[in-house]
Antibody, heavy 120, light 107 residues
Framework: QVQLQESGPGLVKPSQTLSLTCTVS??????????WSWIRQPPGKGLEWIGY???????YYNPSLNSRVTISLDTSKNQFSLKLSSVTAADTAVYYC????????????WGQGTTVTVSS | DIQMTQSPSSLSASVGDRVTITCRAS??????LAWYQQKPGKVPKLLIY???TLQSGVPSRFSGSGSVTDFTLTISSLQPEDVATYYC?????????FGQGTKVEIK
């Protein structure tokens, strides 16, 4: 079955850019049936949707993060990536990638999550 | 953007109790509403989509209902393994906003 795995640095300095990659296995990121999403969860807080990308490269971002977020994909590696610029301590969170069914079925497959701490 | 508001923010109930969690959208979202369960320290898990359709493998004691702006997640008979935080999420369009979560504990 499809599995997602996040990877990237666990520690990022303030003002720098957070970069994470989600590797998809057991299925193709080029499937037209899914959006590929990023979600985050600050310590002790709720889930925040960051944005998604479709296999043709179209994206939609959370307006609260829009100016700092870029989501891209690499179909040759079956991966999609998140970049969040100008990070502060408020960006410290567990970051999840997830598969979001285009035709309306919610996010049915999630990665295990990766913790990113913003600190000098 | 549409806001999603859950109530209560937390609840404590006895094993076997019927538990109801409400999610309200600030504008209509037809039936494009999902519920997730997140057990402590674990990854969120899709429970219900399209307001009332159970994801494969989800126990039948979970059910969802509602439409347009008002939605409900019901656990018909609370079990110890249901201790978790539950989130609703709209997916009629982006942004795919989550509710703030409802923490369910055993009394």
């Amino acid at each position: 079955q499809v599995q997602l795995q996040e990877s990237g640095p666990g520690l990022v300095k303030p003002s720098q850019t957070l970069s994470l990659t989600c590797t998809v296995s057991g299925g193709s990121i080029s499937s037209g049936d899914y959006y590929w999403s990023w979600i985050r969860q600050p310590p002790g807080k709720g889930l925040e949707w960051i944005g998604y990308i479709y296999y043709i490269g179209s994206t939609y971002y959370n307006p609260s993060l829009n100016s700092r977020v870029t989501i891209s994909l690499d179909t040759s590696k079956n991966q999609f990536s998140l970049k969040l610029s100008s990070v502060t301590a408020a960006d410290t969170a567990v970051y999840y990638c997830a598969r979001d069914y285009l035709h309306g079925g919610g996010m049915d497959v999630w990665g295990q999550g990766t913790t990113v701490t913003v600190s000098s | 953007d549409i806001q999603m508001t859950q109530s209560p923010s937390s609840l404590s109930a006895s094993v076997g109790d019927r538990v109801t969690i409400t999610c309200r959208a600030s504008q209509g979202i037809t039936n494009y509403l999902a519920w997730y369960q997140q057990k402590p320290g674990k990854v969120p898990k899709l429970l219900i989509y399209a307001t009332s359709t159970l994801q494969s493998g989800v126990p039948s004691r979970f059910s969802g209902s509602g439409s347009v702006t008002d939605f409900t997640l019901t656990i018909s008979s609370l079990q110890p393994e249901d201790v978790a935080t539950y989130y609703c999420q709209k997916y009629d369009s982006a942004p795919r906003t989550f509710g703030q979560g409802t923490k369910v504990e055993i009394k």
